[in-house]
């Protein structure tokens, strides 16, 4: 009984031998010979990381996520050669001279974040961090790892880019992202990169807000307007932005971005979300060396450039004479603007939009808005007793506009 019991120990012994060995082969393999091509030299799919298993407090899963996502975040050191005008005599300026302006040129140094967006070295970051005047883009990796970069193309209207690194045999996996339509407010968000150059920083907050509009000053001077971003608690600093902001799955949920005048609110930082993401990433992966929408970061809503009025009995008495229904007076044509190249003055009525009846001031601003730049378009005008048609082409709403009409309806 007792060698029966033995040899069945033994056969069973054998048995689990047998199996763990055929695992730990199948394992052995899957890890090992990945990086061999498949049937017709098909490359092999690069993933994001697993999932970090463990682990039920909210700590640890962020804990995990950093862990998941790290790896492939980025620092990009950036140099930017640029022209400046300065007075050719800088000493005529205290003697209340007008001194002429000559070209200077400019070598600036910036740093920004990025993370692994495909298996081929194209990397996602802003387009504010590489702009226009980029000479040279070192990426750093998290294992030290220092490879020159290019920019591979660009949307500053989006203020997306994608930079590529070629030949880096240790690239880190692509990231994995989350559909930001399923976002919640008050869910963890987690921003990674590097802020005033410290590698590897990590801020927790939450999502706080979704469809924010920004302006933003440019380099131009001129307030450039993002639409449709996140809002986070997650404190973005200098050197943030273009790194991920990622759920506690360790997904990008958006493209870190900006944050708000800290002098005017605190915790207050915003994020490209990643369906924009994903969308503006497909497109510039299709059009190499080109930068798309150079000039493209305005409000996209139409402008005619009028101040109008509802018609009212005060003022059908300052018309003079306007006694038909509806329209909407002109009080103010703007210099300069589509309504003053199309011969407009204040004192005419604006009845029609291409034939559609516009009978309120609200509803000429959204009529307009809701065109494209660029469109034309053709008012039936009442002007000192005369109608008339007018061609126009609507030109681009200021940014300035576009904000103040959010705020009176908001």
């Known amino acids: 009984m007792k060698s029966r019991t033995s040899v069945f120990g033994m056969a069973v012994v054998g048995l689990i031998g047998a199996i763990i060995g055929s695992f730990s082969m199948m394992l052995y393999a899957s ?17 994001a990381a697993p999932i ?57 140094r910036a740093s920004g974040s990025g993370f692994v967006y495909s298996r081929d ?33 660009a949307n500053p209207a989006i203020d997306l880019a994608l930079v590529k690194v070629d030949n880096y045999a240790k690239l880190p996996p692509p990231v994995e992202f989350a559909d930001s339509s399923k976002v919640q407010a008050g869910q963890w968000a987690i921003a990674i990169g590097e802020p ?54 360790g997904r990008v949920i958006g493209v870190n971005q900006l944050t708000a005048n800290p002098a005017a609110a605190q915790g207050i930082g915003f994020a490209i979300p990643s369906g924009t993401v994903t969308q503006t990433a497909a497109q510039l992966v299709k059009t190499p060396g080109q930068t798309v929408n150079a000039n493209g970061t305005g409000t996209g809503k139409g402008f005619l450039g009028v101040i109008p009025v509802d018609i009212t009995n005060n003022v059908r008495t300052q018309l003079g004479g306007y006694h038909d229904q509806g329209g909407v007076a002109v009080q103010q044509v703007n210099d300069g603007t589509p309504a003053a190249q199309a011969g407009l003055e204040p004192g005419d ?5 291409n034939g559609k ?28 007793g005369i109608k008339k048609n007018v061609q126009a082409t609507l030109g681009e709403q200021p940014v300035q506009t576009y904000l103040q009409n959010q705020q009176q309806n908001p």
């Open 31 to 47: 890890t090992h010979f990945a990086g061999i091509a498949g049937p017709g030299n098909t490359p092999p799919a690069v993933q």
């Open 52 to 108: 970090v298993a463990g682990g039920t407090t909210d700590q640890d899963r962020i804990i995990n996520a950093v862990k998941r996502v790290e790896p492939s975040v980025v620092a990009l050191q950036v140099t930017v050669n640029g022209v400046q005008y300065v007075p050719a005599d800088p000493l005529s300026q205290f003697f209340g001279g007008n001194s002429p302006m000559q070209r200077q040129r400019v070598i600036e």
């Open 121 to 153: 070295g194209l990397i996602i970051t802003n387009a504010h961090v590489v702009p226009r005047g980029t000479s040279q883009i070192m990426v750093v990796f998290s294992n030290g790892d220092r490879v020159k970069g290019h920019v591979f193309s």
């Open 196 to 249: 005033q150059g410290l590698q590897r920083s990590v801020t927790v907050g939450v999502v706080s807000g979704f469809n924010r509009d920004e302006p933003v000053p440019g380099d131009d001077q001129q307030l450039h307007l993002f639409r449709g971003l996140l809002q986070t608690s997650a404190p973005i600093n200098p050197g943030n932005s273009g790194g991920p902001l990622v759920d506690y799955d």
């Open 349 to 353: 009525v604006i009845q029609t939009i």
């Open 357 to 384: 009846p516009v009978n309120s001031a609200s509803e000429l601003v959204s009529t307009v808005s809701g065109m494209k730049p660029g469109a034309q378009v053709t008012l039936r005008v009442w002007s000192q």
